[in-house]
């Protein structure tokens, strides 16, 4: 009957955690695309007015 208590606190704490374990691993193997080097981001300038 514990279980059941657990589940709800148990779940998203390991799907966080797997969310930032895949990404860290996809930041180590360099799979990861920054911002300032992507094409499409330099491709649209953004003119912010004041």
Same mark, same amino acid.
């Given at each position: 009957?514990?279980? %059941?208590? #657990? =589940?709800p @606190?148990? =779940?998203?704490? =390991?799907? #966080?955690?797997?969310? %930032?374990?895949?990404y860290?691993?996809? =930041?180590? *193997?360099?799979? @990861?695309?920054? @911002?300032? *080097?992507? !094409?499409?981001?330099?491709s !649209? ?6």
């Amino acid at each position: 009957m514990s279980f %059941w208590a #657990i =589940l709800p @606190v148990s =779940l998203p704490a =390991l799907t #966080i955690t797997g969310i %930032w374990v895949v990404y860290a691993m996809a =930041l180590y *193997n360099q799979h @990861v695309c920054p @911002v300032d *080097n992507w !094409y499409v981001a330099k491709s !649209y300038p953004i003119h912010v007015k004041v």
